[in-house]
């Protein structure tokens, strides 16, 4: 999944407030990866955090500043790594710590029911189309400035070749202009570009134990 369609901005802090319900640890070098986006149902934001502070130590600064006030907090070990959720209000606030050779490197995340906002760029958001039989594993959608993005990451039993023929037909009978359409000679990987007026799309196709794993990224603008 391309990260492109997010905007991102990197700060150096010292205890300051990145978001006036989390805070991050003295001088971190955090990044936002997405600050309003719409996953699973979910208004939710995600940053993340780099640190020469140990995953220890930085999982005992969010369990000193979620802990007393949470529903619910749970704090869980995974060899070096560290998962942290706190339950807050009808939020739930998750910090994911992962040990670098420089220190620590966490993504922090918010997930909470969507704002009248993001209820109304959810709804502008053009669908992609999938075919029949097709499931949906995840729903990513994203503005930033003029655009819209969907992102979807699918799953069906057709092949490659099946799928592309989809794509090329649903689209080009839609007035798409159908800029590019590949797959390889083992019929394990393919994609398909396509472009109408600022509308982009993207189908990437990967074939894993007898199931092909669909990610497709819709871009709209003046919606």
Aim: hydrophobic letters at 35%; proline letters at 2%; glycine letters at 6%.
């Amino acid at each position: 999944m391309k990260s492109t369609y997010l905007y991102i901005l990197i700060f150096f802090l010292s205890g300051s407030s990145f978001a006036n319900d989390i805070t991050f640890p003295e001088n971190s070098n955090v990044s936002i990866i997405g600050d309003a986006l719409y996953i699973q149902g979910k208004e939710v934001a995600i940053w993340q955090l780099k640190t020469k502070q140990s995953v220890d130590q930085i999982a005992q600064y969010y369990k000193d500043e979620w802990e007393e006030t949470a529903d619910k907090f749970n704090l869980t070990k995974i060899n070096q790594d560290v998962i942290i959720n706190r339950a807050f209000n009808g939020v739930l606030y998750t910090a994911q710590l992962t040990k670098s050779y420089k220190g620590c490197i966490g993504i922090i995340s918010r997930s909470k029911e969507p704002s009248n906002k993001i209820k109304r760029i959810v709804q502008k958001t053009q669908k992609v189309s999938k075919p029949a039989g097709t499931t949906t594993l995840s729903e990513i959608i994203s503005k930033d400035g003029a655009k819209y993005s969907t992102t979807l990451v699918m799953e069906n039993h057709l092949s490659i070749n099946s799928n592309l023929q989809y794509y090329f037909n649903h689209y080009q009978e839609r007035g798409w202009v159908i800029n590019q359409t590949y797959a390889n000679k083992s019929g394990s990987e393919g994609h398909i570009l396509a472009k109408k007026g600022p509308a982009e799309l993207n189908v990437t196709f990967q074939k894993k134990r007898g199931k092909t794993f669909l990610t497709a990224v819709r871009v709209d603008a003046n919606i």
